[in-house]
């Protein structure tokens, strides 16, 4: 038997206690007073299955036959209804065919475009007439397969214009495209779909793999920092023990040299003491002498008194210093401002290995990895040598006789024939220029380079605040700080420029099929930079191509 005959349409469960209400629907006492109890205040009762009113509300009675009946079925083991015949939510899908309170539907029909419940879809697995028609899973978005032009199914799939169409599509506006059926076109999509999957899903084994080389990278950069902690703490304090060390000798010096000038000058103070004791009795007897009344007294006995003997102390006095240890604490204070400086001068080392050897990435290698830093650059008309027509969104230059109408500007180049980027540049980033003419330099500058100075320190290459590469008819050349090193390499008219700032790399590249590099810089920027280019000949041009 139907269990759903059985059940109560409020709770899903096989009735307790069941009334039937005037309209011949059943339900659980309680489920059905509580229902109508919501609507007391609209004095209006209703039905929740067919909507039928009731006024006034109406006096619920057990039905004792229905009670009975299900109290026997109860006994067979029959239960409540299954899951899948419970009634449709609101993220259900429903039934299209039940006309009452509609079930949840378990089939959509791609024929039909409709969709069945378990007791409707038997249908379409019985009737012969069914039996080609298409079944999913239950699905809201069916309407999507009907044309809303035409209202037909559609089960076309223009290859040309890439969307399905119906029958009366492909007889009008899509008349003369290449089209298959739906199924036809899933086919290929599936085969494209299926390629897509294997190069996801490769490239998910690659970067898996990539994350456990960084994951092995992280461990290795961990051990090596600790085992580095370590040793540096041993080195700085056996460092500091020495210093220490050096510290209680000088002091041990200091205070032993410090006892025997102090016992020295105590010595000589006891003997000028004497001395100026045995003056004193000297002076008290020429004193004596000097109220003798007696004239023949007086000359018999100054010859005896009035001799002095000589000091042998006083002149060493006067001609010594007052400055003792005054030395000592000079050469200590310059011990420690070298050490300073040696100090300074490996935690910046140190702190440039650290960042250069840990953080540092894999070079690209070939013109795709090369692309992944394209940075578009443009030129600053700030900078610009008048004699430059600036133009292509400020990205191309030509050399022109005339002179632009450039303001003044301190940052302009008033002597050599160039120009800066106003990107300033950091991390790692790459760009290409095309020029023609007799010659470039393709450059990287910090900001602060000379500008109007007449002397050739201005040019890109020629000082130490800039790297360059020469372009020639027939050669390529290096320039910086005004040394000059021949590159050898094939001639193009294209040339890349790859920069990673922080591990202190410049690379310059001849790219035309392939990519040549001509030369590498390894060395340590202190500031950002900016692309440069200088250019000699009427009518040369040089152009950063947008790459991306």
């Known amino acids: 038997m139907d269990s759903r005959k059985f059940c109560c349409s409020i709770c899903l469960d096989l009735l307790k206690d069941p009334v039937t209400i005037p309209c011949g629907h059943s339900y659980c006492m309680n489920c059905i007073k509580t229902h109508w109890d919501g609507e007391d205040q609209r004095r209006i009762h209703s039905c929740p299955q067919c909507r039928k009113d009731f006024i006034p509300r109406p006096v619920l009675v057990k039905n004792t036959m229905l009670a009975e009946l299900v109290e026997e079925l109860k006994k067979t083991g029959l239960q409540a209804a299954p899951a899948d015949l419970c009634y449709a939510g609101p993220e259900d899908v429903s039934c299209d065919v039940?006309?009452?309170?509609?079930?949840?539907?378990?089939?959509?029909?791609?024929?039909?475009?409709?969709?069945?419940?378990?007791?409707?879809?038997?249908?379409?697995?019985?009737?012969?007439?069914?039996?080609?028609?298409?079944?999913?899973?239950?699905?809201?978005?069916?309407?999507?397969?009907?044309?809303?032009?035409?209202?037909?199914?559609?089960?076309?799939?223009?290859?040309?214009d890439q969307q399905c169409i119906c029958y009366l599509c492909f007889m009008d506006e899509h008349k003369g495209h290449e089209t298959v059926s739906a199924a036809?076109?899933?086919?290929?999509?599936?085969?494209?779909?299926?390629?897509?999957?294997?190069?996801?899903?490769?490239?998910?084994?690659?970067?898996?793999?990539?994350?456990k080389l960084l994951q092995q990278e992280v461990e290795a950069i961990n051990v090596s920092a600790d085992k580095t902690v370590e040793d540096s703490e041993k080195t700085f304090t056996q460092l500091i023990r020495l210093i220490q060390k050096r510290s209680s000798d000088v002091k041990q010096q200091l205070r032993s040299q410090q006892e025997t000038e102090v016992s020295r000058v105590k010595e000589l103070q006891e003997k000028l003491e004497?001395?100026?004791?045995?003056?004193?009795?000297?002076?008290?007897?020429?004193?004596?002498?000097?109220?003798?009344?007696?004239?023949?007294?007086?000359?018999?006995?100054?010859?005896?008194?009035?001799?002095?003997s000589e000091s042998t102390h006083s002149s060493s006095i006067k001609s010594r210093p007052r400055r003792?240890?005054?030395?000592?604490?000079?050469?200590?204070?310059?011990?420690?401002?070298?050490?300073?400086?040696?100090?300074?001068?490996?935690?910046?080392?140190?702190?440039?290995?650290?960042?250069?050897?840990?953080?540092?990435?894999?070079?690209?290698?070939?013109?795709?990895?090369?692309?992944?830093?394209?940075?578009?650059i443009t030129l600053d008309p700030k900078t610009a040598h008048r004699n430059l027509l600036l133009s292509e969104g400020n990205r191309k230059f030509t050399v022109m006789k005339q002179q632009q109408f450039y303001p003044d500007h301190p940052d302009r180049f008033t002597y050599y024939i160039?120009?800066?980027?106003?990107?300033?540049?950091?991390?790692?980033?790459?760009?290409?220029?095309?020029?023609?003419?007799?010659?470039?330099?393709?450059?990287?500058?910090?900001?602060?380079?000379?500008?109007?100075?007449?002397?050739?320190?201005?040019?890109?290459?020629?000082?130490?605040?800039?790297?360059?590469?020469?372009?020639?008819?027939?050669?390529?050349?290096?320039?910086?700080?005004?040394?000059?090193?021949?590159?050898?390499?094939?001639?193009?008219?294209?040339?890349?420029?790859?920069?990673?700032?922080?591990?202190?790399?410049?690379?310059?590249?001849?790219?035309?099929?392939?990519?040549?590099?001509?030369?590498?810089?390894?060395t340590t920027f202190t500031q950002p930079l900016h692309a440069g280019v200088w250019v000699a000949g009427l009518g040369s041009t040089a152009e950063f191509i947008k790459t991306k």
């Open 324 to 376: 003792h240890f005054e030395d000592v604490t000079a050469a200590v204070e310059e011990l420690r401002d070298k050490l300073q400086d040696v100090l300074r001068y490996r935690r910046t080392n140190i702190s440039w290995r650290s960042s250069h050897v840990l953080l540092s990435e894999p070079r690209p290698k070939t013109r795709n990895e090369f692309l992944k830093y394209s940075q578009e």
């Open 98 to 160: 039940c006309t009452e309170r509609k079930l949840k539907a378990v089939k959509s029909c791609l024929v039909c475009l409709a969709s069945y419940c378990e007791n409707h879809i038997k249908f379409h697995y019985e009737s012969a007439a069914f039996k080609k028609h298409q079944l999913v899973e239950p699905s809201k978005k069916l309407q999507e397969n009907i044309c809303p032009r035409h209202d037909e199914v559609m089960k076309i799939f223009c290859r040309t």
């Open 184 to 211: 036809a076109g899933r086919a290929e999509k599936q085969k494209e779909l299926e390629a897509s999957r294997q190069q996801i899903q490769q490239r998910i084994q690659d970067r898996q793999k990539d994350v």
């Open 418 to 522: 160039q120009v800066l980027s106003r990107e300033s540049l950091t991390g790692r980033c790459y760009w290409e220029v095309e020029w023609s003419g007799e010659a470039i330099h393709v450059a990287v500058s910090y900001k602060n380079i000379s500008r109007n100075r007449i002397q050739n320190d201005c040019i890109f290459g020629f000082n130490d605040k800039s790297w360059a590469l020469y372009c020639g008819a027939n050669s390529y050349a290096f320039l910086y700080n005004k040394t000059r090193s021949s590159v050898p390499g094939p001639g193009s008219s294209r040339v890349g420029v790859y920069l990673d700032h922080r591990a202190g790399v410049l690379s310059f590249y001849s790219v035309s099929e392939t990519m040549t590099l001509l030369h590498r810089v390894q």
């Open 274 to 308: 004497q001395e100026i004791t045995e003056l004193k009795r000297k002076d008290a007897e020429l004193e004596q002498l000097s109220h003798t009344e007696d004239h023949n007294q007086f000359l018999h006995n100054y010859p005896s008194v009035s001799a002095l």
